[in-house]
């Protein structure tokens, strides 16, 4: 079915490719961890700015998932203070698949600050929306003959995207550890927007 | 299904981003026949070089998709006489997607030789194999638990990705003169490895 076959193709094409430091083999490729010290080094940060060493993958029950993270780390009383920007990315992990050459995966840095406290340091943290929700949400809004189908069942398929993923990671030695999976929704019980930031500083 | 969910989201979520020129909106954004005149021009091609300007998409029915597409370029009684090769990339495209910013996408040039004649010059395309069958063969290759069942239905999904997405192609403006579905099968009748190259060149 769609929704568990998303979360199959999320996982063997992307996140197994990304996440982990290969033990042997691949040379150049470098998994998560790896590229997060270097990231630390290169613009000289200390070990607790960057406390939390995995992909935080956002998955909104709602499908909307944004261009750009900053755009949901608002309260939505104060829609203009953001507590989260995008940093530089990590260095980019590059094989070849399928016949494409050297085909480019990038993972986002975006830092965050707690704007309930008057801190001036930002915690970093590597943070996406998972990408075939935001496929699917396209699917959706594109497609018309589809979309109704998909509509009544869009809540189903998320879910099983997210039960399935979860299965996945779960059994996986490799990834299990590498990856938080941040499964929310974008409005609270108030229809009021939800800040991002704060589940993930959580 | 599994096999129409990612006719849709190679479409919505790849072809469409990276096929189509855009007539406003994103500035920098190049679709492929963009790409390929640059390509030319920086490489000082003849117009001949390059006849077909569009990207081939091969849909191997039995999921083998190489990872560089010299290795299917082979008579099966010649097998180190390579048709094909790799050349340089396109410029890629880059796009801020689902909270990733400046996700890489990128296609890779080959020439092929045609070694039934004796002709010097090679002929260029951008082809590709389909990745989400790539990403479908490895979790068949490594997911224990669920292989069996798709092993079962390995046909029909592939029948089903390969029928969907001829479908929305078709209905798409946009992108269906822009790309070359090749569904083909790895081996004939002989069990006899295919030459994509010859294919390809039909
Ligand atoms: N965040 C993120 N960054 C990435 O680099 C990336 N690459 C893949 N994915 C997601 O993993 C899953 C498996 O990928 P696969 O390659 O089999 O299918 C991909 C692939 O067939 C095609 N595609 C997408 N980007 C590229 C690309 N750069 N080059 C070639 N094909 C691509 O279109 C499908 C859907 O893509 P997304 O809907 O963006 O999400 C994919 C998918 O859900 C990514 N997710």
């Not at 070849?96 to 975006?110: E, F």
Request: aromatic share 12%; proline share 4%.
């Amino acid at each position: 079915d769609y929704g568990s076959g998303m979360a199959y193709n999320y996982f063997y094409g992307y996140l197994r490719l990304v996440l982990p430091d290969p033990e042997v083999g691949t040379p150049g490729a470098k998994g998560i961890r790896k590229r997060i010290e270097t990231f630390m080094n290169h613009h000289r940060l200390l070990k607790t700015a960057f406390p939390v060493r995995k992909l935080f993958i956002l998955i909104p029950r709602n499908l909307y998932t944004p261009t750009d993270l900053m755009e949901v780390s608002t309260d939505w009383h104060n829609s203009t203070n953001y507590w989260m920007e995008a940093a530089m990315s990590l260095e980019t992990q590059e094989l070849d698949r399928a016949g494409v050459k050297q085909r480019v995966y990038k993972n986002s840095v975006y830092k965050i600050w707690n704007r309930d406290r008057s801190t001036l340091y930002p915690v970093y943290v590597v943070a996406e929306g998972a990408t075939p929700l935001k496929t699917f949400y396209d699917v959706i809004k594109m497609n018309p003959k589809m979309s109704r189908v998909f509509k009544n069942h869009q809540h189903e398929i998320v879910s099983a995207f997210y039960k399935t993923l979860q299965d996945i990671l779960r059994d996986s030695d490799d990834c299990r550890d590498l990856c938080e999976i941040i499964f929310y929704a974008d409005t609270d019980e108030n229809q009021r927007r939800v800040n991002v930031a704060r589940i993930i500083l959580e």
